[in-house]
Structures are given as C-alpha cells and as structure tokens.
C-alpha cells in the first residue's frame, strides 16, 4: 500500500512570497489532515477534511494560509504572503473512515528568508 | 480545548536500558492516546497507541500505560537499541482531533 505523498520535500522562499504545497492521500482515506511542527515542538493541525468538505480549520491563519481539496482525494495548502515565522514542516496525513490510524507523509520543509 | 504535556524534553540511555516517556492531558473527554516516532527528514509513524477503555498494551518492546482518572499515560520501552533512537510524540484525541505533545528526543547510546 502506497503512503501518503507530498511535494515538494523542500522549498526556500523570501517573506511575502506565495508557496503551495501538495498532498496525495492513501487511497481510500477519505479525512486528511494539514500539520505544521515548527521545529522542536509536536505537529499543531491547520486543517481537516472529510472528502472534500472542511471539518475543522479553526487554527488556520485565514488571512495568509488557504486549502482546498476539490476532489475528495488530493489537497493543496497555500501561503500567500509568507511571514518568516511560516518556517516549519508542514505535514499531511490521512487516515480510513472511523477511530484509525493516522498515516503521516514526509512532509514539506519551508524556510522563509 | 486539549492540552498535552510531555516529558522530559530529552532523554539519554544505555542500550540494553529501559526509557519511559509521560504525559498528561487536561480534556477527560479524550478517548484515543497514540504514540509516534519521528526519526530526521521523517514524518512521524504511529508506534503503539491505546484507547480509554484501556489500562495497559504491550507490543513486544513497546509498552503504553493510561491513568483516566489521573489524565496521564506513558510509554515505556525496554531493551533499548540504538535504532530506538528518535523522537517519540504523544498524542490525545478527542473526536477527530489529535493534539500533540512536544516531543521526547531520545538518544540510545551503544
């Protein structure tokens, strides 16, 4: 069973650029989830989907950050402008429908200069 | 709303030692604790988790302990090696939510 993928694993950026990460979710799982873990602390949840309705974005700075996941399967989230503070690892995950599991990607590594 | 507490931040031992790792949660609500480690460059992977009508699960090395009535739980691992060397994130969840400790940087010294 193939993982939950993301693109791209890097990207250096200077303040107020824009950024778009993206993910692709296990096959099947219909919830996924955006994480940032700035370093040094655990994954803080930015977003949650079920399908492709939004279940929960109450920690997502609206006025910078946005997601979407237009199909139900995969999800992009965009930064527009980028603060330094932004620097961080932004994870997705996706998990079955029901109490599971939790499987993470990579992740993406965002410095803003 | 959910707040997870996690100790200690780092943790050194021998191999062949036993670490324990513990932390607490304020939302008697949750019902779901997992465990994850993280090793570099890595997302984090699920080790061992336990759910509230629960005391006590052990997965060979790994084991995971949940006081409800304390709003605390723990992971232990014993005999540990050096590829056990990461960092371990707790976590509680309440509904969908998963809230996250700040990690343990475990460090297992040959």
């Known amino acids: 069973e193939a993982g939950v993928a993301q693109s791209p694993r890097y990207k250096i950026i200077e303040k107020r650029q824009s950024v778009a990460f993206w993910c692709n979710p296990i096959s099947g799982h219909a919830t996924l989830y955006w994480y940032q873990q700035i370093l040094g602390q655990g994954p803080k949840l930015l977003i949650q989907f079920q399908n492709n309705g939004v279940v929960d974005d109450s920690q997502l700075p609206k006025d910078r950050f946005s997601a979407e996941r237009l199909k139900g399967v995969d999800s992009t989230l965009k930064i527009q402008p980028a603060k330094l503070e932004d620097s961080a690892v932004y994870l997705c995950?996706?998990?079955?429908?029901?109490?599971?599991?939790?499987?993470f990607g990579p992740g993406t590594r965002l410095t803003v200069t | 709303g959910e707040n997870v507490e996690q100790h200690p931040s780092t943790l050194s031992v021998q191999e062949g030692d036993s670490a324990v790792i513990k932390c607490t949660y304020s939302?008697?609500?949750?019902?779901?604790f997992p465990w994850y480690k993280q090793e570099l460059g890595k997302g984090p992977q699920l080790i061992i988790d336990i759910r509230s009508n629960v005391g006590e699960k052990k997965d060979q090395r790994i084991a995971v302990t949940l006081n409800k009535t304390a709003k605390h739980f723990s992971l232990h691992i014993t005999e540990t090696q050096p590829e056990d060397s990461a960092v371990y994130f707790c976590a509680a969840r309440r509904g969908g939510k998963l809230i996250f400790g700040q990690g343990t940087e475990l460090s297992v010294k040959p």
């Open positions: 939302d008697s609500a949750s019902n779901y």
């Open positions: 995950a996706s998990n079955a429908p029901g109490p599971g599991e939790q499987y």
